[in-house]
């Protein structure tokens, strides 16, 4: 067994905005895992939030883990270990989905096939940061034209207010009349309860199909609150990253994002899958700033899953992976063994 791991920047076509703040080029960490003849591929994407901000953190993290063993476990095994040495899901992400790219390769079976689920068949949402609306009037056309996007996610939740979200969504609105999309909003907890059952109700008037994370991580006391006669369904995700957290906010909320960075691979996200339909909620999966091995990754699991997020491959320039395309407004986990994702040559060899 080798495990070798490989640094990259990653380069986006557009900057994101969020309430929170911009985010620009970034750095991931690649994982290749060897063993017996057969390559599996994984990806960490740094998170502050997720405890290692950066990819150094997240390679010593890995480091430290594997150093206390890893042969003769099963990925079940190996994730639990994980949550009880405080791995930082984000850093711990990049074996964990090696180790089912490796698996899956060794059956001969895509990924998809062996976690048992369908290939998927949803939209992926498109992501559109907070902008001013004459940057959004520029941007959409660039996003839409001669593409197959069937979805755009729009981030709400401006340092400026409310008026300058609905500035922004107006412009939205013009710009894709003459697209057939969707459209669904991330408020990434900028609002507060008041202005989000204003604005719940302002973007119902509108059709928006749903509104994720309206209040900040920590609110959670307000969703009962928001919850009662919503006019549009509610998502939460930065409030909930593992299943255990479901639990508290199920009789609250509509459905639950799933990030494989936040909550440490696929391993845990079939638990939350699970735990998620016990308790009757709808699902989603969504991405951080990653390239296609993650993104292919996350897609084996999207054939289950009500809401498919896996854009961010779409916005690098360049890629430096391959393994997820987009095929009729599909993010498509390839039919070969595998999740499909692999970093590309030129940038390891």
Not at 315 to 321: E, F, H, M, T, V
Request: proline share 6%.
């Amino acid at each position: 067994m080798k495990i070798t791991f490989y640094k990259v920047r990653l380069k986006k076509r557009f900057p994101l905005a969020i309430s929170r703040g911009v985010r620009y080029d970034s750095e991931n960490l690649f994982v290749k895992y060897d063993k017996e003849g057969i390559t599996g591929w994984g990806e960490a994407a740094p998170g502050k939030s997720e405890g290692a901000e950066s990819v150094m953190k997240v390679k010593q993290a890995l480091e430290k883990f594997i150093s206390t063993g890893i042969n003769n476990f099963s990925i079940q095994e190996l994730y639990d270990r994980s949550r009880e040495l405080k791995t930082p899901p984000c850093a711990y992400v990049g074996l964990d989905t090696a180790l089912w790219d490796w698996q899956a390769k060794k059956e001969g079976l895509p990924l998809y096939k062996l976690l048992g689920f369908p290939r998927p068949k949803t939209p992926t949402s498109v992501t559109i940061g907070i902008n001013p609306p004459e940057v959004v009037k520029e941007r959409i056309p660039i996003l839409l034209e001669g593409t197959t996007v069937k979805s755009l996610k729009i981030k709400l939740g401006s340092v400026d207010g409310i008026q300058a979200d609905k500035l922004m969504f107006e412009q939205v609105v013009k710009s894709t009349k003459n697209y057939n999309v969707k459209i669904r909003v991330d408020a990434n907890g900028g609002w507060n309860i008041a202005d989000a059952k204003h604005m719940m109700q302002w973007l119902a008037d509108r059709e928006v199909d749903y509104v994720e994370q309206p209040l900040k991580e920590g609110e959670e006391f307000n969703l009962e609150e928001l919850y009662e006669n919503r006019p549009v369904p509610i998502y939460l995700d930065e409030t909930c990253r593992f299943s255990e957290n479901i639990s508290s906010f199920a009789h609250c909320v509509d459905g639950v994002n799933m990030k494989l960075m936040k909550c440490g691979g696929i391993t845990e996200a079939l638990k939350i899958i699970k735990t998620a339909r016990k308790y009757k909620l709808k699902t989603m999966i969504g991405c951080m700033s990653e390239s296609s091995v993650s993104i292919a990754a996350a897609a084996a699991l999207s054939g289950g899953i009500d809401h498919i997020d896996l854009d961010s491959h779409y916005n690098l320039a360049p890629d430096p992976s391959t393994g997820a395309p987009m095929v009729d407004g599909v993010t498509l986990p390839p039919d070969i063994p595998g999740h499909g994702g692999e970093l590309k040559k030129e940038f390891y060899a």
